[in-house]
């Protein structure tokens, strides 16, 4: 089995910044792309932010110039800094992760169980 487990989410006024983490474990061989994603009330999931194993990064024309995506991949970690918060950033952000559980095994794609981030105006 594989866990991704995140943290810091939490209520930031406008401008402000928090950076959120996300830990893969359990039964993890090998990890290919990393990213968050975000869904708001009534809104469907999209994507925030994907990094490669070797740091290559593509994020949503909305959150250019003020997230920042990046992976430990020692730690099997991926960061997500969110700086200059606006209100329409507020959402539940999900890690994602595509690991491969063994060598003899597809990619399959997980998801952490998300964190609430809301800013307030």
């Known amino acids: 089995q594989v866990q991704l487990v995140e943290s810091g989410g939490g209520l930031v006024q406008a401008g402000g910044s928090l950076r959120l983490s996300c830990a893969a474990s359990?039964?993890?061989?090998?990890?290919?792309?990393m990213g968050w994603y975000r869904q708001a009330p009534e809104k469907q999931r999209e994507l925030v932010a994907r990094?490669?194993?070797?740091?290559?990064?593509n994020y949503a024309d909305s959150v250019k110039g003020r997230f920042t995506i990046s992976r430990d991949n020692a730690k099997n970690t991926v960061y997500l800094q969110m700086n200059s918060l606006k209100p329409e950033d507020t959402a539940v952000y999900y890690c994602n992760a595509d690991i491969r559980t063994s060598w003899y095994r597809n990619i399959d794609s997980y998801w952490g169980q998300g964190t609430q981030v809301t800013v307030s105006s």
């Open positions: 359990g039964s993890v061989f090998s990890i290919n792309a």
């Open positions: 990094v490669t194993p070797g740091g290559s990064t």
